[in-house]
């Protein structure tokens, strides 16, 4: 199947300014190579950048591979307003005046020399350095100002020095215990150290993310994509992997005894492979809405036990005026929203557009709510900090005079059930090689979760984790 037709039996378009990949002349991992010949086939579950890439490196091989997904659409975490059929968000995205692309889920590029990073160099893909255009400012005492603001201010300098050394903190308790800061600093800390990383600074391993940091190997930019929803770009990435994908296809069993795996989705209907990677959420896996016959293999379920996918919302706000600060890029420490985003920052002539990431117990609670009350939640603690202005300056429907904003509650959507994986107090890096590990050279797994060279919970740790489980199952091909 040709690349724009792939692409458009998707129900998705390719964004403007991206060359295709034959354009391509960078040397990838999955450039076709000397087929390996192997007469068993692999069946991957989730069409996440994970296993999108794993299906791809296998395919270039010569490896017969076929994805399951669950949903309607590949990408998984990675999902684009622009791409979306669904009637509030083709309504918030014909109302809003955001002029760049939105993103329901992964939108920051960690490292511009990352997994993630090196794809969208390879696309030629203009991007925003965040760090070059625009900074953060920091909430104490109700108050956001910038570092230098709050220059000579000893939590703030606490909570700084806590976050840059974090790859360096050796405790083994809770972020919140080894960074030990002030009451009046904790919602700063909980922002800058503990929502970022997928939960609440007390549920997190400080010992866990200071070894994934330690571990990483790229550069600590962060970009955003000037101009193309994610979802094009990952998709057209992947775009020969698209016809291999069986979308609505909900994997419920995997009987793995023998030689032949069989895998059982919703409908009843029987899948066959001699090799399966599972590459679902974490939270998939953690609430057994997939059983495994025999059993999980216990290092699997062992270290499944060390991780947790906490609940997390993006809300994106649209706003008549810009009242946080032109150059402003992150608002961290929120106590209702941990992370406010200047998502336009660099790329907009407006800047009026919020893009807001909330997850675990905080999350937990919103997402109890409706949506309108969640969102005058919100309002009023923006109201609390900027003297009124959040509820002064929000869009209204100028038909219905409702509030102008989209949620995106990942904790509802039965094939995600959270935000991003993360170690649980007492957890380690090689906890993540154990959730890694394949049993009986048939059963594999990938997916963010299963990064352990320090991407976990990003798209790079997904590719990452692909990279990794097809060099388990090509070795395993090549010496059975
Ligand atoms: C709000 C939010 C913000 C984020 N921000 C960033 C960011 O700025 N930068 C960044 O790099 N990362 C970010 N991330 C993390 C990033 O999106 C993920 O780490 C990455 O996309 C995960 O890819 P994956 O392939 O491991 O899993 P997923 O993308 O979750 O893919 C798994 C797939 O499995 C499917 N599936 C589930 N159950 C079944 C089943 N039973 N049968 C078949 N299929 C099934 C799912 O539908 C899904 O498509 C963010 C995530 C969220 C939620």
Same mark, same amino acid.
């Given at each position: 199947?040709?690349?724009?037709?792939?692409?458009?039996?998707?129900?998705?378009?390719?964004?403007?300014?991206?060359?295709?990949?034959?354009?391509?002349s960078?040397?990838?991992?999955?450039?076709?190579?000397?087929?390996?010949?192997?007469?068993?086939?692999?069946?991957?579950?989730?069409?996440g950048?994970?296993?999108?890439?794993?299906?791809?490196?296998?395919?270039?091989?010569?490896?017969?591979?076929?994805?399951?997904?669950?949903?309607?659409?590949?990408?998984?975490?990675?999902?684009?307003?622009?791409?979306?059929?669904?009637?509030?968000?083709?309504?918030f995205?014909?109302?809003?005046?955001?002029?760049?692309?939105?993103?329901?889920?992964?939108?920051?590029?960690?490292?511009?020399?990352?997994?993630w990073?090196?794809?969208?160099?390879?696309?030629?893909?203009?991007?925003?350095?965040?760090?070059?255009?625009?900074?953060?400012?920091?909430?104490?005492?109700? $108050?956001?100002?910038?570092?230098?603001?709050?220059?000579?201010?000893?939590?703030?300098?606490?909570?700084?020095?806590?976050?840059?050394?974090?790859?360096?903190v050796?405790?083994?308790?809770?972020?919140?215990?080894?960074?030990?800061?002030?009451?009046?600093?904790?919602?700063?800390?909980?922002?800058?150290?503990?929502?970022?990383?997928?939960?609440?600074?007390?549920?997190?391993?400080?010992?866990?993310?200071?070894?994934?940091?330690?571990?990483?190997?790229?550069?600590?930019?962060?970009?955003?994509?000037?101009?193309?929803?994610? $979802?094009?770009?990952?998709?057209?990435?992947?775009?020969?992997?698209?016809?291999?994908?069986?979308?609505?296809?909900?994997?419920?069993?995997?009987?793995?005894?023998?030689?032949?795996?069989?895998?059982?989705?919703?409908?009843?209907? $029987?899948?066959?492979?001699?090799?399966?990677?599972?590459?679902?959420?974490?939270?998939?896996?953690?609430?057994?809405?997939?059983?495994?016959?025999?059993?999980?293999?216990?290092?699997?379920?062992?270290?499944?036990?060390?991780?947790?996918?906490?609940?997390?919302?993006?809300?994106?706000?649209?706003?008549?005026?810009?009242?946080?600060?032109?150059?402003?890029?992150?608002?961290?420490?929120?106590?209702?929203?941990?992370?406010?985003?200047?998502?336009?920052?660099?790329?907009?002539?407006?800047?009026?557009?919020?893009?807001?990431?909330?997850?675990?117990?905080?999350?937990?609670?919103?997402?109890?709510?409706?949506?309108?009350?969640?969102?005058?939640q919100?309002l009023?603690?923006?109201?609390?900090?900027?003297?009124?202005?959040?509820?002064?300056?929000?869009?209204?429907?100028?038909?219905?005079?409702?509030?102008?904003?989209l949620?995106?509650?990942?904790?509802?959507d039965?094939?995600?059930?959270?935000?991003?994986?993360?170690?649980?107090?007492?957890?380690?890096?090689?906890?993540?090689?154990?959730?890694?590990?394949?049993?009986?050279?048939?059963?594999?797994?990938?997916?963010?979760?299963?990064?352990?060279?320090?991407?976990?919970?990003?798209?790079?740790?997904?590719?990452?984790?692909?990279?990794?489980?097809?060099?388990?199952?090509?070795?395993?091909?090549?010496?059975?």
């Open positions: 199947m040709k690349r724009r037709t792939a692409l458009k039996n998707l129900g998705l378009g390719i964004s403007a300014g991206m060359l295709a990949p034959q354009f391509f960078a040397c990838k991992k999955d450039d076709p190579g000397p087929e390996i010949p192997y007469s068993g086939n692999v069946i991957v579950i989730g069409a950048a994970a296993g999108l890439y794993a299906a791809d490196i296998l395919r270039s091989k010569g490896i017969s591979v076929t994805v399951l997904e669950a949903g309607t659409q590949p990408g998984g975490r990675v999902r684009s307003l622009r791409n979306q059929t669904d009637v509030q968000y083709q309504t995205s014909s109302a809003s005046q955001a002029d760049f692309p939105v993103e329901l889920g992964a939108e920051v590029i960690f490292g511009s020399n990352s997994s990073g090196k794809v969208v160099s390879d696309f030629s893909i203009a991007t925003v350095d965040m760090s070059a255009s625009a900074s953060p400012s920091y909430i104490l005492d109700g $108050q956001a100002k910038s570092a230098t603001g709050w220059q000579g201010d000893s939590d703030f300098q606490a909570v700084q020095g806590f976050v840059s050394g974090l790859s360096n050796g405790s083994n308790g809770s972020i919140k215990d080894a960074a030990n800061v002030s009451p009046r600093a904790q919602a700063l800390l909980n922002s800058q150290a503990g929502n970022i990383f997928g939960s609440s600074a007390e549920n997190i391993s400080a010992l866990g993310v200071a070894q994934m940091l330690k571990a990483q190997t790229h550069d600590s930019k962060q970009l955003t994509m000037r101009n193309n929803p994610w $979802q094009d770009v990952l998709l057209s990435r992947f775009v020969n992997v698209l016809p291999l994908i069986k979308l609505n296809t909900e994997v419920k069993a995997i009987d793995w005894s023998g030689d032949v795996i069989t895998l059982t989705d919703a409908k009843g209907v $029987q899948h066959t492979c001699t090799k399966l990677i599972v590459a679902v959420p974490l939270s998939i896996l953690k609430s057994g809405a997939i059983t495994f016959s025999p059993s999980l293999p216990s290092p699997n379920a062992n270290a499944l036990s060390k991780f947790g996918m906490d609940a997390c919302i993006r809300l994106v706000l649209d706003f008549k005026k810009n009242f946080w600060g032109l150059d402003s890029s992150y608002i961290w420490g929120g106590t209702t929203v941990p992370q406010y985003f200047n998502s336009g920052a660099g790329r907009s002539q407006f800047f009026r557009t919020m893009s807001l990431t909330i997850n675990g117990p905080k999350a937990q609670q919103l997402s109890g709510l409706s949506d309108d009350n969640m969102v005058l919100v009023a603690e923006m109201d609390s900090i900027y003297n009124g202005q959040g509820t002064g300056f929000i869009r209204r429907d100028l038909t219905d005079d409702r509030i102008l904003s949620v995106k509650d990942w904790t509802k039965p094939f995600i059930k959270g935000g991003i994986s993360y170690p649980l107090v007492g957890t380690t890096n090689d906890d993540r090689k154990a959730l890694a590990s394949p049993a009986n050279d048939r059963l594999y797994f990938a997916g963010e979760a299963t990064d352990a060279t320090g991407d976990a919970g990003t798209v790079s740790g997904a590719l990452n984790s692909a990279i990794r489980v097809t060099d388990e199952i090509i070795k395993s091909i090549v010496n059975p």
